[in-house]
């Protein structure tokens, strides 16, 4: 499998944005698919995953109610909308994929990351 995720940028406090992320290689339907985050000079972070059956979704506490993952299947992407962004939302974005389908993790395969920066 690989990932590609673009959509980053810079934005202000309050803005939105919009990440995608495209796979390939393989049928991913039944894959967890995720989205981490590293900021500088800390470690990387659980963002959001969306299971591949019921499309169940888990977010870290510090996006609920903000972010919104999501997947399309037939076309073999995966997205995060990012709204009331944060300058602590600052960071390299990454899209991960992972084939098991009940993991709390989704880390199997990782993107190359896309950057957002929140700033004024």
């Known amino acids: 499998v690989q990932l590609q995720a673009c959509g980053g940028g810079l934005v202000q406090p309050g803005g939105s944005l919009r990440l995608s992320c495209a796979a390939s290689?393989?049928?991913?339907?039944?894959?967890?698919m995720g989205w981490f985050r590293q900021a500088p000079g800390k470690e990387r972070e659980f963002v959001a995953l969306i299971r591949g059956g019921n499309r169940a979704t888990y977010y870290a506490d510090s996006v609920k109610g903000r972010f919104t993952i999501s997947r399309d299947n037939p076309k073999n992407a995966v997205y995060l909308q990012m709204n009331s962004l944060k300058p602590e939302d600052t960071a390299v974005y990454y899209c991960?994929?992972?084939?098991?389908?009940?993991?709390?993790?989704?880390?199997?395969?990782w993107g190359q990351g896309t950057q957002v920066t929140v700033s004024s």
């Open positions: 290689g393989r049928p991913f339907n039944g894959y967890t």
């Open positions: 991960t994929a992972d084939q098991n389908p009940n993991t709390p993790y989704p880390n199997d395969y």
